[in-house]
C-alpha cells in the first residue's frame, strides 16, 4: 500500500469510527450471530493476489460487523465495562502508527519516561503515598501472576527459579472466596497448585462479604505447625462476582504478624479510588499493600489493555523477573528497562492513551462520569426492589449490584438469555452463596441515566413476556 492510499483510508476508517460510535444505541448490544456463522463466510483459503482495499473493508462492514459485541455500547451492563474514550483511541491510532516496540528505555525513551510518569499521576490521583512506583502491564492477570511469583521467590528465598520447586516444601497461599479465577489460574502457572490457593469465606458484615481475618490467621497458624510454608495474602477490593471488598487494614494486620507478602486486587474498583469518597469508604489502609493491581482499561477510560500494577518496592519483583542476555544489554549510565518487571519482553507504549486520556477530561470529569455510574446504579437497584416479583440478592457495591427473579437457577438464565436476544441491554449472570444472580453493573462512558433506566423497563418488560 502506498502512503497516499493509506491516508485516504485513514481519513474513511475514522470518518466510519465517528459514525458508529454515534450510533451505536441502534445497535444490538450483544452479537446475534449463531456459533459458525462469521467463520462460515470467510473464504477458507488465503488469496494468492492482492485484494483492493474497498473489497476488504466491504467484506469487513458485511461479515466480520454483524459479530461483533459492541462493547462500547451505552447499554452495556454485562461483566465489567471495557472503556475506550475518544483521546485514549486517538492516542492509540498513534501508538499503532509509530509501532514501536519499547521493551527497553533506549528503544523508545519516551515510552519509558511517559510510563513512570504516568504511573505516578495514578499513584497522585488515588493518593497512594510518595515511594510507590510501578509498571503497566496488559493485564490484572499477568500482575497478579507477577505478584504470585514475587511470593514464591521471597518465600524460597530466591531460589525457586534457579533450583526448581520439587525441593522448597508446600508453599501456601491465602484469599477470600470472592477472588477473581486469574488469582487460581497465577498460582497455577507458578506451580504453587489449587490446593495450596487457600481460599477463606467472606463474612458479610454491613455487606461487604469480605475475608474473615480471624479464620485467615488461625489458618496460617494451623498451615505452620502442620509444615506447610505460607507465602502471601492476596486480598481484593471489587470482587468480579457480586463486587466484594476486604477490609484491608485487617488483612494487612494478620500480615504483618506473619511477615507475608501483599497483593491487592482492584482490577475493576481501583478506577473508582480517585473520588475521595470511594477511597475513603473502601481502601483504608491500602498504603500498607506491597503490589497494587487495577486496570484504566476498565472504568477509567483507557483503552484495552492497561493494567497498572503499583510496587511498595520494585526490587523484589525485579529480583524474581529481571533477566538480562548479552543483547539485552544496554551502555552508558543507570535507566529503567521496564521489561525487567514483568513476564514478556516485548512492550506496547501504553503511557500514550493515559496522558491523552487525563490531559482531555481532567481527573474531575473521569470522576463525575464514576460517580454518576454508582449513583444510577443505586437508583435502578431501588427501581427493581419495588417491582414486585424481583429480589435484590446483594446490594450495591460501587456501581454493581445482583437479584433474581422468581424461580430457580434455570429460570434465571433464562431471563438473561432473553434480555440479550432481544438486544436492547446486555447483562450477564453470576454466582453467589451457591445461587445463581443476576449481576448489574454500570460503566460505560457514555451510557446515561436515561439508559439505566431503559434497562429497568427492558428486564420488567422480558419478564413479562416470559411469564
Ligand atoms: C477483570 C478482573 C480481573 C482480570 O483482569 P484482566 O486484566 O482481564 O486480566 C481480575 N480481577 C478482577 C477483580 C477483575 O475485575
Known amino acids: ?21 454515534t450510533d451505536l444505541r441502534d445497535r444490538p448490544v450483544r452479537a446475534q450471530t449463531a456459533q459458525g456463522d462469521i467463520a462460515a463466510a470467510l473464504t477458507t483459503a488465503p488469496p494468492e493476489d492482492g485484494e483492493a482495499m474497498e473489497t476488504i473493508m466491504a467484506d469487513f462492514e458485511r461479515i466480520v460487523m454483524p459479530g461483533i459485541t459492541h462493547w462500547q455500547h451505552p447499554r452495556f451492563f454485562a ?47 488515588l493518593d497512594l503515598p510518595e515511594g510507590f512506583s510501578g509498571v503497566i502491564q496488559d493485564s490484572a492477570s499477568s500482575a497478579t501472576l507477577s505478584a504470585v511469583l514475587t511470593m514464591r521467590e521471597r518465600a524460597t528465598n530466591w531460589r525457586g527459579n534457579r533450583e526448581g520447586l520439587s525441593a522448597m516444601g508446600r508453599l501456601r497461599i491465602y484469599c477470600s ?17 489449587q490446593e495450596n490457593l487457600v481460599k477463606i469465606g467472606a463474612g458479610s458484615s454491613g455487606h461487604a462479604y469480605e475475608m474473615d481475618t480471624s479464620a485467615l490467621a488461625a489458618q496460617i497458624k494451623a498451615d505452620r505447625t ?45 478506577s473508582a479510588m480517585i473520588c475521595p469518597e470511594f477511597r475513603a469508604k473502601y481502601w483504608g489502609g491500602v498504603e500498607g499493600f506491597d503490589s497494587i493491581v487495577f486496570n484504566p482499561h476498565k472504568w477509567l477510560g483507557a483503552q484495552f489493555d492497561c493494567s497498572v500494577q503499583f510496587l511498595r518496592d520494585p526490587s523484589q519483583q525485579l529480583n524474581t523477573l529481571k533477566i538480562e542476555p548479552e543483547y539485552l544489554k544496554t551502555s552508558g549510565e543507570a535507566v529503567t528497562n521496564y521489561s525487567e518487571w ?72 433464562r431471563l438473561v438469555d432473553a434480555i440479550n436476544d432481544d438486544g436492547r441491554i446486555y447483562i450477564t449472570q453470576g454466582m453467589h452463596e451457591g445461587r445463581k444472580v443476576i449481576r448489574f453493573q454500570v460503566g460505560q462512558f457514555d451510557c446515561t441515566r436515561d439508559d439505566v433506566m431503559l434497562a429497568g423497563d427492558v428486564i420488567t418488560e422480558i419478564w413479562e413476556q416470559l411469564t
Open 177 to 193: 472466596d470472592q477472588v477473581h479465577s486469574s488469582i487460581d489460574r497465577a498460582c497455577w502457572v507458578a506451580g504453587i497448585g
Open 1 to 21: 500500500m502506498k502512503w497516499d492510499e493509506f491516508s485516504q483510508w485513514g481519513e474513511k476508517i475514522s470518518q466510519w469510527a465517528a459514525a458508529y460510535h
Open 342 to 413: 514483568t513476564i514478556p519482553l516485548g512492550r506496547r507504549f501504553r503511557a500514550l492513551k493515559l496522558w491523552f486520556l487525563i490531559r482531555s477530561y481532567g481527573l474531575e470529569g473521569l470522576r463525575n462520569r464514576i460517580r454518576n455510574h454508582v449513583s444510577w446504579a443505586e437508583e435502578l437497584c431501588e427501581v427493581l426492589r419495588a417491582k414486585e416479583p424481583f429480589e435484590i440478592v446483594t446490594e450495591p457495591i460501587l456501581s454493581i449490584f445482583s437479584f433474581r427473579c422468581p424461580g430457580d437457577d434455570a429460570v434465571q438464565q
Open 226 to 270: 502442620a509444615g506447610y510454608t505460607p507465602a502471601g495474602i492476596i486480598a481484593i477490593t471489587g470482587g468480579t462476582g457480586i463486587g466484594a471488598w476486604d477490609f484491608l487494614s485487617d488483612v494487612l494486620k494478620v500480615a504483618k504478624d506473619e511477615e507475608l507478602y501483599t497483593h491487592l486486587d482492584a482490577a475493576w474498583a481501583g
Open 79 to 125: 461483566y465489567f465495562p471495557a472503556n475506550a474514550a475518544p483521546p485514549s483511541m486517538l492516542a492509540d491510532m498513534l501508538v499503532s502508527t509509530i509501532a514501536a516496540q519499547c521493551m527497553l528505555w533506549q528503544t523508545s525513551p519516551a515510552a519509558t519516561e511517559m510510563e513512570g510518569v504516568m504511573v505516578d499521576w495514578l499513584r497522585q490521583a
